[in-house]
Structures are given as structure tokens and as C-alpha cells.
């Protein structure tokens, strides 16, 4: 049980980092279009916050992380246990596809994996709400994940 609850959080980690949205130069600015900006690049995790409670660094296992949006439509995202992303303190990873729905939405399908094990952790295939978006900053919302009624915020800065 104890591998399972350690395997969830890494998993709701790993998956946070892959939600992104972005915010214009000001960030008071909201419900940006995807048809404006493309998160295709990579993208820095700043904060993941879940019902409220700040879920990266700190005493959270995840310490960082980093997603890539390719312009093929595959995503891939790293956590690492260490503030300062590195290679070798990289201890799940996840790889899927990505898409835009409408204006305001991104479309996630992916797998997660302990690594270099390459244990499953879960599969999850959800929707992101682009709060805020522009060319260097990116924040979304997940409803629902990993839980009914949770709300999962993300925010990333594009390296």
C-alpha cells in the first residue's frame, strides 16, 4: 500500500507538470486563446498546486520538473528529486500525445513510469484549461484529477 500511495504522488506530480497554461507579459490577464500562442517547446514547472496545497519542492518528492511539447504532438515530461534539474536525479517520467481542442483546451493522453525501472505508475487521458498563456509563461487547470472534485492548478515558464 505504501508503494501505491508513494507511486499516486509521483503520478499526480508528474502528471501536474505536464499541465501547462500560459500568461500574457501582464499575468492579470486570463482565458487566453491557444489559437494566439503554441506551447510547442519546453517548459519549465513553477508551481503545481492541488485543493490549494502547493505540490513541488519543498518536502514533496518532486522537486522539479520539465515538459516537452513537441510539434509532432508527443509530450514527454521528467521529475527530478533535486531543486536543480538534472539527469541524474530524474525519478519518473512520462510520455504521450498532446493536442489543442478549441481555443482554450489541451488534450493530454499519456503513461507515467518510475525511472530507470520503468515501472508503470498510471495512465490518464484529461483536459486542461489554458488559464494563461503567452510566449513564455503557461498555466492550466485540471478539474476532477486525480480525484472528483479536485482542481489541480499548473504554472510553467518556457525555457
Known sequence: MKKLNFGLNYFVLLFLFLLS????DSDSVSNEN???YSVVGEWKTTSAVLNGVQKLG???PVKSERTLFDADGTIYTASCSNPTFNEIDIFAISSGTWSVIGTSTL???ED???YPSFDIIGSFNINCEVLKINA???EIRINNFPNQNDIYIKKFTKI
Open 34 to 36: 491557444l489559437s494566439n
Open 21 to 24: 497554461s500560459c500568461s500574457k
Open 107 to 109: 488534450n493530454l493522453n
Open 58 to 60: 519543498g518536502t514533496n
Open 112 to 114: 507515467a513510469f518510475y
Open 136 to 138: 513564455t509563461k503557461l
